[in-house]
C-alpha cells in the first residue's frame, strides 16, 4: 500500500499526487513510468513519473481524469491509499550534453518532461521550455519549470495566456532566434507530428514520447503498438520515447481513439 502524502489541484480534471513509493523512487529516471492500480479491482493505469524525492521516497504523479478509472484516482485525498504502485518502466530518456534543448510539453505532457528538463540542466545544456494548452486554466508546472530552465514559453490556442497560438508557433520562434541541438516533445499525437514536421527542415533531432498509448505497459497486450520506420514496436517496452522521424503519426492517431465509447460508458455507471 502506498500512502498519498499531499494532493494538489492543478485544473479541473488535473491532479497532483505526491505518494510514497521508496522502492520506486530509488531506481527511477527521467521518462519512466509506473502502472497504477487503486484497489484489487481496479484497472491497471499507466502514468509517468513526473518527478521522485529520493530523500523523502515520495512519487510525483500528475493525473488527467479521462475515464473511470483515472477519476477515481483523482478523487483519493491526502492520507488515502493507493494498492499497487509497479515500477519504474520504460527506458530513461537520453541525458547527454547535447547543446540548447527544447522541452514542449502539451497538456499533461508537460508532467512527463519536468524530470528530463531538470537533468539535462544539470547535465549542463541549455534548456528551453514551451508548455502549450487550450487556455490558461490548462496550463500546468510553469512556477516548477521557471527554476530549472534557462527560458519558459507559454502557448495557449485562445490567447488566453502567453503566446497565442500552438506550441509550433513559440518553437518557430526559437528556431529562428537561436541554434536549436535537439528537441524533446511529449503530448498529444497530433502536436507531436506538428513538432516533428516543424523541425525536419532544420535537421533538428526530435524525440516524442508515446506513453498516452501505453495500456497494459508490459507488451502483453499489444495496445500500444506503433509502427517506427515500418517496423512494429510497442511503445512499452521499446519506448515510450522514439525518434520523431520514424513515427508512423497518422497510424497512430487512428488507433489512438479506439476506447474513446469504452471510457464515456464507463464513466456513465
Known amino acids: 500500500m502506498h500512502k498519498i502524502v499531499e494532493k494538489k489541484q492543478l485544473a479541473d480534471t488535473i491532479t497532483l499526487l505526491k505518494v510514497e513509493a521508496p522502492m520506486v523512487v530509488r531506481e527511477a529516471k527521467p521518462g519512466q513510468f509506473v502502472i497504477v492500480r487503486l484497489d484489487e479491482f481496479g ?5 509517468t513519473i513526473c518527478d521522485a524525492d529520493r530523500a523523502r521516497g515520495v512519487l510525483t504523479l500528475i493525473i488527467q481524469q479521462l475515464g473511470r478509472s483515472t477519476k477515481d484516482l483523482c478523487a483519493l485525498k491526502a492520507g488515502d491509499q493507493i494498492r499497487d504502485i509497479l515500477g519504474p518502466l520504460g527506458n530513461p530518456t537520453e541525458i547527454e550534453k547535447f547543446g540548447t534543448v527544447v522541452i514542449i510539453g502539451g497538456g499533461v505532457g508537460a508532467a512527463e518532461l519536468y524530470t528530463a528538463a531538470k537533468a539535462l540542466k544539470e547535465k549542463g545544456n541549455k534548456v528551453i521550455t514551451i508548455i502549450g494548452a487550450r487556455n490558461k486554466s490548462l ?3 510553469e512556477d516548477e519549470f521557471k527554476p530549472i530552465a534557462d527560458e519558459v514559453l507559454i502557448t495557449t490556442d485562445d490567447g488566453s495566456y502567453g503566446i497565442k497560438g500552438f506550441v509550433t508557433d513559440a518553437l518557430k520562434k526559437v528556431i529562428s532566434e537561436q541554434k536549436v541541438d535537439r528537441i524533446i516533445c511529449c503530448g498529444p499525437i497530433p502536436m507531436m507530428k506538428a513538432v516533428t514536421t516543424t523541425a525536419k527542415p532544420h535537421n533538428i533531432p526530435a524525440i516524442v514520447s508515446l506513453n498516452a498509448i501505453l495500456l497494459d505497459a508490459t507488451g502483453m497486450c499489444g495496445s500500444c503498438r506503433c509502427t517506427i520506420e515500418g517496423k512494429t514496436k510497442f511503445s512499452c517496452v521499446d519506448g515510450p520515447e ?8 497518422d497510424e497512430l492517431m487512428a488507433r489512438n481513439k479506439r476506447f474513446l465509447d469504452e471510457e464515456r460508458r464507463a464513466l456513465e455507471v
Do not use: A, M, T
Open 43 to 47: 484497472e491497471r493505469i499507466p502514468l
Open 139 to 141: 496550463i500546468i508546472l
Open 242 to 249: 522514439f525518434d520523431g522521424y520514424k513515427v508512423d503519426f
